[in-house]
């Protein structure tokens, strides 16, 4: 089974940056599109950004311009870049991605790191 492992989260100021990094592990088959979700306290979670695996991105309005995602095919692994953080993007963070098998398709999550942005 495939497991999501993030890191990066942790308290910035507001204005500064913060990378996320997830990488999937385990029986790969392989993995579609992967992203990074967010939820705040009584918030659903919402979508932060996507990538598929030829690269082509999506991002909610609220972030573009100042997050990045990125992946590496290699190393299984998709990043999120944060630049120009404001305190409402004080979540928990979430990656996601899509694992297509021979059988099935279904959705992994990770565990979600924090990410606090307060001066």
């Known amino acids: 089974q495939v497991q999501l492992v993030e890191s990066g989260g942790g308290l910035v100021q507001p204005g500064g940056s913060l990378r996320l990094s997830c990488a999937a592990s385990?029986?790969?088959?392989?993995?579609?599109?992967m992203g990074w979700y967010r939820q705040a306290p009584g918030k659903q979670r919402e979508l932060v950004a996507r990538?598929?695996?030829?690269?082509?991105?999506n991002y909610a309005a609220s972030v573009k311009g100042r997050f990045t995602i990125s992946r590496d095919n290699a190393k299984n692994t998709v990043y999120l870049q944060m630049n120009s953080l404001k305190s409402e993007d004080t979540a928990v963070y979430y990656c996601?991605?899509?694992?297509?098998?021979?059988?099935?398709?279904?959705?992994?999550w990770g565990q979600g790191t924090q990410v606090t942005v307060s001066s």
């Open positions: 996601h991605a899509r694992e297509i098998t021979a059988t099935v398709t279904g959705d992994l």
């Open positions: 385990g029986s790969i088959f392989s993995i579609g599109f």
């Open positions: 990538i598929t695996s030829g690269g082509t991105t």
